[in-house]
């Protein structure tokens, strides 16, 4: 009994058993937290914690939730900008822009025959799929209001997203491979970026 | 009448767009074998697809198959892909070598824009 009313005063094991306490608990459930939110989706190295507050400022149950790591197709995209005039130069920088801009391993750029312009992450056999695809799309155009100019397709192990735009010399299909379609803002901003393109080949 | 400045134009622009995969390009007349425009030009070649397109437009209508259209393609060996263009009273050749230039770019996009350019250079 002495000694247990002892080690109850004494300060340092206080301060210890507080320490094993509070701190690594709020620590294990903050990772919980965050990872519940972006689960199975790729998550950049996460953002520094704020420095801990003193302890005796903090509530031993007090858990700490850092802002939610945003991923890369999250943030707007910034605008397309084509600053050369070659087809060869305009290709390229679409094709540099979805990868830096859009959640995918893998992009490419083809022709509506399924003909690869440019391609990173996807073989040109995969990107050849895009002819009897958009080939299809056809006659579900036809129907009054239906769009179809983009959209997303299970390849097995990967999703393909594409979107679709025309020029007075053909289609021409942007896509992108990845473990998930893509949101409807990264279709618009594909749209939008493929569109620009386009008027320049 | 035709523009031979727009031929020339037309050579340039297909100079960028292939860049290093364009390995020899000529734009001809196909009744007197007259080279028009070109970037290293190959007279032999001239001779020879001007013989090779009239057999094939023949044989295509001597079997009743639908006339040649905007080109045809030619894969040899040594990653060399030849595609003659039909633009009516021109032909034009053109050599790519194939791991250098991508076809995708080539059928899509430069051969497109040589047909618009020279359909322009022989309505002047």
Redesign the interface.
């Known amino acids: 009994m002495t000694a247990r009313s002892v080690s109850w005063t004494d300060a340092a094991s206080v301060a210890q058993l507080l320490a094993r306490a509070s701190a690594p608990r709020a620590a294990v459930q903050t990772f919980k937290i965050a990872n519940a939110s972006s689960a199975a989706r790729p998550i950049p190295p996460p953002a520094r914690a704020p420095a801990a507050a003193p302890v005796a400022e903090a509530s031993p149950r007090a858990i700490s939730v850092p802002p939610p790591t945003r991923l890369k197709s999250q943030f707007p995209a910034p605008k397309l900008v084509l600053t050369s005039d ?3 130069d305009c ?1 390229d920088a679409l094709l540099a822009w979805t990868l830096d801009h859009q959640r995918c391993t893998g992009a490419f750029i ?2 509506d ?1 399924g ?4 391609a990173h992450g996807i073989s040109e056999a995969h990107v050849s799929l895009v002819g009897p695809l958009l080939s299809a799309l056809v006659s579900v155009r036809m129907i009054p209001g239906i769009d179809a100019t983009a959209g997303a397709l299970w390849l097995g192990n990967n999703m393909m997203s594409w979107v679709e735009s025309r020029n007075e ?2 289609g ?1 299909c942007l896509g992108t491979v990845g473990s998930e379609p893509l949101s409807s803002r990264a279709f618009e901003q594909l749209k939008e970026a493929l569109e620009i393109t386009v008027r320049k ?1 | 009448m035709i523009d031979t400045k727009i031929l020339d134009t037309a050579v340039q622009d297909l100079r960028n767009v292939l860049r290093d995969g364009l390995v020899a390009t000529d734009i001809w007349e196909r009744s007197a074998g007259l080279s028009l425009a070109g970037f290293n030009q190959q007279p032999v070649a001239v001779a020879l697809f001007t013989r090779i397109t009239t057999e094939l437009e023949s044989s295509l209508t001597d079997s009743n198959f639908p006339p040649l259209a905007r080109y045809y393609l030619l894969d040899m060996e040594g990653n060399h892909t030849v595609a003659v263009v039909n633009h009516g009273a021109l032909l034009q050749g053109i050599l790519v070598d194939n791991k250098r230039a991508n076809l995708g770019i080539l059928i899509s996009v430069a051969i497109p824009r040589m047909l618009e350019t020279i359909a322009r250079a022989q309505s002047r």
């Open positions: 070659n087809p060869s290709v083809a022709d025959n003909l690869t312009l440019a010399r053909g021409f080949l």
